[in-house]
């Protein structure tokens, strides 16, 4: 069959996957493929949630049998040294390092809605 398809002009397939800048964050989101689309769904791993930001660089997903239900995969990595294992989340201007030499966090740390300075001023006093 593939040798009487190839003298026939076959339309061009549209990629299945591509990189596009992110021109309105949030879920759903606005991404440029070229031109822009809208409403494209996020999706991240079971328990993870994220909003593309304005700028982002992300991997959009063209489902459906004719790729007319793109979606978001996820966003290219940060420039970030991180050593085989280790794992960086992080976002405006928070963090958490899971590394080699342990776990380092950025930014307030929250317990139940207190901050942990908080939290160790009413141990302390009321020990």
Do not use: F
Request: hydrophobic share 35%.
């Amino acid at each position: 069959m593939w040798t009487s398809e190839r003298n026939r002009n076959l339309p061009a397939r549209e990629a299945a996957a591509e990189l596009g800048t992110v021109t309105l964050g949030g879920d759903p989101a606005g991404v440029s493929l070229g031109g822009e689309r809208r409403w494209l769904t996020v999706y991240g791993p079971g328990g993870y949630s994220w909003r593309p930001t304005a700028g982002d660089k992300v991997l959009v997903l063209k489902a459906g049998a004719e790729g007319e239900s793109p979606c978001i995969l996820g966003t290219t990595q940060g420039e970030e040294e991180l050593r085989p294992g280790e794992v960086r989340l992080a976002g405006c201007g928070s963090a958490i390092h899971l590394g080699e030499d342990g776990v380092s966090l950025t930014g307030q740390v929250y317990i139940n809605g207190q901050t942990l300075e908080e939290l160790i001023a009413a141990i302390v006093d009321g020990a």
